[in-house]
């Protein structure tokens, strides 16, 4: 019997561990301030972001324009893109990541074609 005890309590622990997880995932909501190094230039835009749950929207303001955004917050994890206007044509930026409280670092990319790294700080 009391081995039938344990083996329901398992499964209700797992989700409550699971749960609990998700819940501490780092809010990035608001304003960061953000230092680009791609090796042809610097920036420092500025970018809002909105979270619900694991989707990011949000404004990226800096060197290469205005540009709404989209992506993801899964743990630690970020990634966020948007599409700036380069000649003419349209270029995908991409940014990848991790988030630790007020700070975050990562790669970006402009149109598969310049890479760079990035820090960021919560404004």
Known sequence: MRHCVLCALVPVLM????VSGRAQA?????????TVDTGQGNGTPTIVFKQDGEKLTGQYKGQL??????GTVKGSAIEFSFTINVQGQQAPVTYEGTVDGDTMKGTMNIGG?????FTARRK
């Open 15 to 18: 989700v409550v561990t699971l």
């Open 26 to 34: 780092p809010s990035v909501s608001g304003a960061w301030i953000f």
């Open 65 to 70: 324009g205005t540009s709404e955004l989209e």
């Open 113 to 117: 074609m310049l890479n760079g790294s």
